[in-house]
């Protein structure tokens, strides 16, 4: 269960051990807020700042005790305790919280690689014939055929949309573990997609076409 998670991508196994080393051994929520977990991460870093606040308010009353007795003659105001043990009960929440979080993210990143295993390991589908990819074209009217291969030019804003959109077309490929050619030229990204264990173009190829295609409206 993934609490207060909201739609995301996800993360490879080397990251999720960076974000669970994060959140558990410097501060929680900051792993989360790097595998974009927002909701997550900001809230147990909000934890985390609040218990730490807490801990020094306790800290600065204790400490005004000591220095009362040393130079004041008014009796100073003795800390309170609850204060710091409420801290430490707010920290500790936050720290179980992002512990969730990071057993979430493990448990995700190797489920992804195992489907990235097991479409490796699966038997290369069956190669198109020309009625087949003329039907299958018209599904992505906006890629068009070149020899074995289909390839679409997506244009973009700027040059960061057009990294974001990259960035996402690779997580995709990864994901069904089929990769296009990329080629970026500032706002415009080309993708050119084709089954080489099929030797042309296959179902596989327009499934992920079409996906691209929602990627980029994203």
């Not at 985390?48 to 400490?63: D, P």
């Not at 990819?133 to 009217?141: E, R, S």
Request: proline share 5%; glycine share 6%.
């Amino acid at each position: 269960m993934k609490l207060f998670s909201a739609n995301h991508e996800p993360v490879s196994r080397a990251r999720a051990r960076n974000a669970a080393l994060l959140n558990q051994l410097v501060t929680p929520g900051f792993g989360s807020l790097m595998c974009r977990r927002w909701v997550e991460g900001a809230g147990q870093l909000g934890l985390a700042f609040v218990s730490c606040g807490m801990i020094l308010v306790w800290f600065y009353r204790e400490m005004s005790v000591y220095y009362g007795l040393m130079f004041s003659e008014e009796k100073p105001i003795p800390g309170n305790m609850k204060i710091f043990e409420w801290g430490v009960i707010v920290f500790a929440a936050s720290w179980l919280w992002s512990a969730v979080t990071s057993v979430s993210l493990l448990r995700e990143a190797s489920k992804s690689k195992l489907t990235a295993l097991k479409n490796f390991v699966a038997p290369p589908m069956p190669k198109l014939d020309t009625g087949q990819i003329a039907t299958a074209l018209a599904t992505v009217p906006q890629w068009i055929r070149q020899g074995d291969a289909i390839a679409r030019v997506f244009q973009f804003k700027d040059f960061p949309a057009a990294m974001k959109f990259v960035n996402a077309v690779a997580l995709a490929a990864e994901d069904a573990w089929h990769h296009p050619d990329i080629d970026i030229r500032w706002n415009k990204v080309t993708l050119v997609l084709t089954t080489h264990d099929a030797g042309g173009l296959t179902s596989k190829d327009f499934a992920l076409a079409k996906k691209f295609d929602e990627l980029s409206l994203r």
